[in-house]
């Protein structure tokens, strides 16, 4: 049960975060709502990389995993700092792009280079793909939240939700960075101090939890490559590259966060493995809130809650706007032209919190969605990375896509949720790829 301390350290963060949002609404300009007039500096940029992408899945199921398979797991964190640094190399062009061609969404690049009917079908599956995420957020910070200060499960994810909404709706992009930069900070410090806390009261590590290649060598090629070959193509983090004040800046931000994000990942490594050592029979997911609960003294425990506040918040706020202005650009203001763009956005980011916070309450199993999304991520994966470098034909991108992400379907049912089945898909979109390009060699139409 939360004790009046954590309670009162939960109000002021609360109380922060809505404040930040309210000035974020000062001297707002249409092009500040939606993309921070593309002039973030590196401090702000590489706070909201950050913030963004440490969530749900860098706390709950990263901890699952390395309850599971030791410090082997790390290999995620190794592979999203590397995809990071990936990702500079494809950003001058991105960036000069976006700039000339006003792009503001993921799908913009490929309604631009592609048509709408290729550009209308990477929309759809951003937008799937991202409420997909949207919903772990919500899923993770409700479960979590409800364990550890005795609040229900639907209470913990409306509370979330109706907060974020607020500063989201009234700040935009603006209100997304800026109390990004917050909880990053927050985020860096209060996890050292937890993760030192844990480690003090951490027993004899197992060595076989030790061997950093794992018990399978699949299941950490899997971890490295989901990291390194989707970070570069992260819709989230294609936004704040269109964001980015110039190419210096977004090059500065890209090699910072990818030390950052990997020093969160052992942190997040050291409070795992001090768990499993203590209680190494409990469920994996319930790792985080095992050890929030069991080794943290009380004083601690309050922080150990905001960590957790602004992890899943910092990624929940960056989903709902993206999600919101992601709708609206690829989809309504192509077929019915708007000038109340910044009105629009805001509708509709009421409308995808709300969404977001149905489906989690309606659906709870965090693991099963995770391993979808991510065997469904590799599937889309040849034909994205492959359009940016080569000329594909649409068919091309259609068929791996859809082929790719019907194999992810069948591969989870017959397997299982394995970290290795997702190298299946990819496999299979990739041979989509090439054969078709191949087999409508004469159809230049296509």
Do not use: C
Not at 8 to 34: N, S
Not at 121 to 126: E, M, R, T, V
Not at 407 to 412: D, G, N, Y
Request: proline fraction near 2%; aromatic fraction near 16%; charged fraction near 10%.
């Amino acid at each position: 049960m939360v004790n009046p301390l954590d309670l009162i350290l939960i109000l002021i963060y609360f109380i922060i975060v809505i404040i930040i949002g309210i000035w974020a609404k000062r001297g707002e300009t249409q092009e500040g709502y939606l993309i921070g007039e593309r002039k973030v500096g590196t401090l702000l940029l590489t706070g909201t990389i950050v913030a963004s992408l440490f969530g749900a899945n860098s706390m709950v199921t990263y901890s699952a995993f390395v309850y599971q398979y030791g410090i082997s797991a790390i290999w995620a964190y190794i592979g999203t700092s590397a995809g990071l640094l990936i990702l500079i190399f494809l950003s001058k062009k991105l960036k000069e792009i976006a700039d000339k061609n006003k792009f503001y969404t993921f799908a913009d690049y490929f309604y631009d280079k592609y048509g709408n009917k290729i550009g209308a079908l990477i929309g759809f599956l951003i937008f799937f793909y991202y409420v997909g995420f949207l919903v772990i957020q919500f899923i993770a910070g409700g479960s979590i939240l409800s364990i550890l200060t005795g609040w229900s499960y639907n209470l913990s994810i409306l509370i979330m939700g109706l907060v974020v909404i607020f500063y989201v709706v009234l700040g935009g992009f603006q209100a997304v960075i800026k109390t990004d930069l917050f909880q990053y900070f927050l985020i860096i410090f209060l996890l050292l101090i937890v993760s030192l806390v844990m480690f003090g009261k951490s027993k004899v590590i197992n060595p076989s939890d030790l061997n950093i290649l794992g018990s399978n060598i699949g299941n950490s090629a899997v971890f490295f490559l989901y990291g390194m070959i989707t970070i570069p193509i992260a819709a989230e983090l294609w936004q704040r590259v269109y964001a980015g004040r110039n190419f210096k800046v977004i090059k500065h931000s890209l090699i910072y966060s990818s030390i950052i994000f990997l020093i969160l990942g052992i942190f997040m490594t050291i409070i795992a493995l001090s768990v499993k050592t203590n209680f190494p029979d409990i469920d994996p997911k319930d790792t985080v809130a095992t050890g929030f609960l069991n080794l943290l003294p009380i004083v601690i425990s309050g922080l150990a809650l905001v960590v957790f506040f602004s992890a899943i918040m910092s990624t929940i706020d960056t989903y709902i706007f993206m999600l919101s202005l992601n709708f609206f650009k690829d989809f309504i203001s192509r077929y019915n032209y708007s000038k109340k763009i910044v009105m629009n956005v805001r509708i509709l980011s009421i409308l995808i919190g709300f969404l977001g916070m149905f489906f989690a309450i309606l659906f709870s199993d965090l693991i099963d969605v995770v391993f979808f999304l991510g065997a469904t991520t590799f599937a889309m994966v040849p034909a994205i990375w492959g359009s940016f470098h080569f000329k594909l034909k649409r068919i091309s991108i259609f068929l791996s896509i859809i082929i790719g992400i019907i194999s992810a379907i069948i591969v989870l049912y017959i397997i299982g949720n394995v970290p290795y089945m997702a190298a299946i898909p990819f496999s299979v979109a990739i041979i989509t790829l090439l054969s078709s390009q191949l087999l409508f060699i004469k159809y230049p139409e296509l």
